[in-house]
């Protein structure tokens, strides 16, 4: 069973080869194992949770986290208009497995990877609670998500896309501070 992802975007271009060196030795310092895959992505084990602010982790039950380049950002049918310019490159940071710690782990990565970066984060969804489901043809769900994202401080666009059947649908982009104040939120969880 995959966990949820994330995405991150940048509005400088780097060389994917050049973001690896700098995380890599980063990363390092508090997971193990590191191990480079055959697509020039990471597979990474956090084994000290201290280095992205969580107090204590207990590593059963948390998984495999991977970072590998997003091919498809920018997208051409995905409307940046929120954005004084489009990403310009893109990157998915994900969990191998489900469940709360990996959620929490995969929050505090994405919150220090994005700072390290200089990204916004790209929740692949849009963010409520309860978890959403495929239900994009809901009014209601679309206002109970952006109800929940104005309670919260930091800065959140919505960012439509086409959903293949004719259709737009949303995916919520934030900054840092955002995901900070949804971290601490009691119905915090990622778009799976």
Not at 41 to 53: K, S
Not at 75 to 102: H, I, K, T, W
Not at 120 to 133: E, M, V
Request: proline share 7%.
């Amino acid at each position: 069973m995959s966990g949820p992802a994330v995405g991150l975007w940048l509005f400088e271009p780097r060389k994917f080869g050049d973001i690896l060196a700098d995380v890599i030795p980063w990363l390092e310092s508090f997971c193990e194992p590191v191990e480079t895959k055959v697509d020039g992505g990471l597979d990474f084990w956090v084994r000290d949770g201290q280095a992205v602010g969580l107090s204590a982790l207990n590593p059963t039950g948390v998984g495999v986290f991977f970072l590998s380049e997003d091919e498809e950002i920018p997208a051409e049918d995905e409307d940046y208009s929120a954005f004084s310019r489009p990403p310009v490159q893109g990157l998915v940071l994900g969990a191998g497995c489900s469940g709360p710690a990996n959620h929490q782990v995969l929050g505090h990565l994405a919150i220090a990877l994005a700072e390290r970066l200089g990204a916004l984060i790209d929740f692949d969804g849009l963010l409520s609670y309860p978890t959403p489901r495929d239900d994009t043809g809901n009014g209601a769900f679309l206002d109970r998500a952006r109800v929940l994202v104005t309670s919260l401080p930091g800065s959140v666009a919505e960012v439509s896309y086409d959903t293949g059947d004719g259709g737009r649908w949303f995916r919520h982009v934030a900054d840092v501070e955002f995901l900070k104040a949804w971290l601490q939120h009691p119905g915090y969880h990622l778009v799976k």
